[in-house]
């Protein structure tokens, strides 16, 4: 028996009729008294009102949908509690867009879309998530039942599950139901015909998990059928875990290979072989979307031409590339020059290697340099990241964080420790003899940075406390103190210098108490101005990553990878902070380094050895990485 009638008021919103209903809520059409527009209004399921959980859910798809604007997410008007005339107690509401249409699963009843449909459908898709992703939304239950199709377009509905990443999952179990797939009930969310491999396994759900739960709707979307299936849900489990779906072309000859290709990616049970971002794979299907023709594999021709194939293809490719490159560096126009691709790898090491720890990356972001441990001892390798060899650095046998390159690429610093001694040492970067910057006793601390008036910057540590940040120069001499201590304050330490562009500023970290965790995650930015040698906090709690030349700080609050807009001359932030997430395998990423020029490389690090996970022997590589967070930025409200 529905919950409400026609006639029935939440507030100001007069109930016309229902709509559906699920394991969670009753949806009804309803006017909008105030407005005099026709609304969608969702009530939790009596039965669930009582449940904390579930209403955390509930609220949580409405932050979920409030906190991303997007013309292919269903919109959000009001979140409300009220008692209609009809109960005997209030009910939770969420007032959203009314959408005319059907949902994929609806459209699927008389068969699979047309393969253009099926493109066009996947790329609004595939903008809304991407959009959702950038603003550390992951879906989390993606499936053609929450996907509409409307006269303006695709809405994705139904973000009950969505949350934003994090570590791990701690969501308690999910009772939502429908009538054309099975719910998994446990410690694992989702409907399972369209869940990844890792939520099955109640592991780490990141936005590598929406993207297969999108490849499966498009493979059901282009062939009619799911791509995982069974006659009970251990068969179902099965499948995902051990089965490849059959090529899409066998089911459709029509079907472009590359679109095979696509899908089979989405649909890789390792996260790290899938596409690592869906704008990654917005873009690859945007192409498709713009190429996509009735025979496979061949690239449409011009109006009028028969088709270019071959060598043909390739030339009158490249012939358009520089007339279209070289009019845009002639005029100039911003909004029609597409920044440069992010592209994004891991390097890993042989089975008997260890990472030391030790990462830099050049300031160009055209090399890498990682310590690696093996039975010989620890030293430094290179590798330019155009290239799939690593070599080790002569010089470098028993070198530990910090490694630093200097800011014209050439050279590095790094440090030596005998017993209580600590030493920092120059070397070319293709090794060679070294040169001595300094020696001290205690702990130099792991970051440091070289600034462009060729001298070290570096904190050190001691059981009594720590320093501010110390500068030498690179060929040696007597340290100076940068910035002090304020006991006021309650100063234990600074850390980790970062140069401001184009200014003589320094940004670094302030933290209290000590340097354990629970102290870093409660640190202060701050602003260092050699003028005037004023101290002033930006941000807190923050602990500094990286500076974007847009003025932006990359810095992480307890955890989670946060940006913020910074006025360096006033010392405030301009903005509310974004947050970002990187993936990986792992539970956290144990350390990262960011060139000038936007190379983001990073190690994840496994939550316990009781887990068991072996330790960790990949790095995380994305080239081009702060030309995509310049474009979030532009798109950001």
């Known amino acids: ?114 393969v253009a449909d099926a493109l066009r459908t996947a790329v609004e898709i595939a903008e809304a998530l991407d959009t959702a992703h950038r603003q550390g939304i992951v879906h989390r239950d993606l499936k053609p039942s929450n996907v509409m199709l409307t006269g303006t377009g695709v809405k994705l509905l139904d973000f009950g599950l969505a949350k934003p990443h994090e570590t791990g999952l701690s969501d308690t179990q999910s009772s939502a139901k429908t009538r054309t797939a099975l719910t998994m009930d446990g410690s694992i969310l989702g409907t399972l015909h369209y869940m990844s491999p890792e939520q099955l396994a109640g592991k780490l759900a990141d936005a590598r998990s929406d993207i297969f739960s999108f490849g499966a709707t498009v493979y059901e979307m282009v062939t009619g059928r799911r791509p995982f299936d069974g006659d009970n849900p251990a068969n179902v489990i099965g499948a995902i875990l051990r089965d490849t779906p059959a090529p899409l072309r066998h089911t459709n000859s029509s079907i472009p290979s590359r679109l095979d290709r696509v899908v089979g990616t989405c649909l890789a049970k390792d996260p790290d072989d899938r596409w690592q971002t869906m704008r990654d794979l917005k873009r690859e299907l945007r192409w498709m979307c713009a190429g996509e023709s009735d025979e496979p594999g061949q690239v449409p021709a011009a109006a009028g031409r028969g088709p270019v194939t071959g060598w043909r293809f390739a030339v009158s490719l490249l012939a358009t590339v520089a007339v279209v490159l070289g009019t845009a560096w002639t005029l100039k126009p911003v909004d029609d020059v597409p920044p440069p691709s992010v592209h994004r790898f891991t390097i890993d090491l042989a089975p008997e290697q260890s990472f030391t720890g030790s990462l830099a990356v050049s300031p160009d972001g055209r090399h890498l340099v990682y310590g690696v441990a093996d039975a010989g001892g620890t030293r430094l390798h290179a590798r330019a990241l155009d290239s799939y060899e690593a070599r080790p650095i002569p010089g470098t046998e028993g070198a530990t964080a910090p490694v630093v390159f200097s800011p014209d690429g050439q050279r590095l610093a790094f440090q030596l420790r005998d017993g209580e001694q600590w030493s920092v040492h120059q070397i070319p970067v293709g090794g060679g003899s070294r040169l001595r910057i300094l020696e001290g006793e205690g702990t130099l601390y792991p970051l440091a940075g070289w600034l462009p008036d060729d001298t070290f910057v570096y904190s050190v540590l001691s059981e009594a406390g720590g320093s501010g940040l110390l500068q030498v120069p690179t060929t040696g001499g007597t340290p100076r103190a940068l910035t002090r201590l304020d006991e006021q304050r309650g100063d234990h330490a600074h850390l980790l210098p970062i140069v401001v562009p184009g200014r003589d500023d320094l940004i670094f970290t302030i933290v209290q108490g000590g340097t354990d965790l629970e102290n870093l995650w409660d640190g202060k930015a701050a602003v260092y101005s050699p003028a005037s040698g004023e101290v002033r906090v930006i941000v ?98």
């Open 1 to 114: 028996m529905a919950m409400l009638s026609p006639g029935d008021r939440l507030g100001p919103y007069e109930v016309v009729g229902a709509l559906g209903a699920g394991g969670m809520g009753e949806v009804y059409r309803a006017t909008d008294t105030r407005l005099d527009r026709t609304v969608a209004v969702k009530v939790l399921t009596a039965h669930l009102a009582d449940s904390p959980e579930q209403r955390e859910r509930f609220e949580r798809e409405a932050r979920a949908i409030a906190a991303v604007n997007h013309p292919n997410i269903c919109a959000l008007y009001d979140l409300g509690r009220e008692r209609p005339p009809s109960a005997r107690l209030p009910m939770d509401f969420l007032v959203m867009e009314y959408l005319d249409g059907e949902t994929v699963a609806q459209r699927l009843g008389s068969g699979p879309l047309p």
């Open 540 to 637: 807190e709690p923050a602990f500094g990553l990286g500076y974007l030349d847009t003025d932006h700080l990359l810095y992480v609050d307890h955890g989670s990878l946060l940006l913020v807009g910074v006025d360096p001359d006033t010392a405030t932030t301009t903005g509310a902070p974004m947050p970002l997430f990187l993936p990986t395998r792992g539970a956290s990423v144990g350390g990262a380094a960011i060139s000038e020029s936007g190379t983001l490389a990073y190690i994840g690090t496994f939550r316990a050895a009781a887990a068991g996970d072996a330790p960790s022997r990949r790095i995380y590589v994305a080239v081009n990485w702060f030309e995509e967070l310049k474009t979030l930025l532009q798109a950001a409200p």
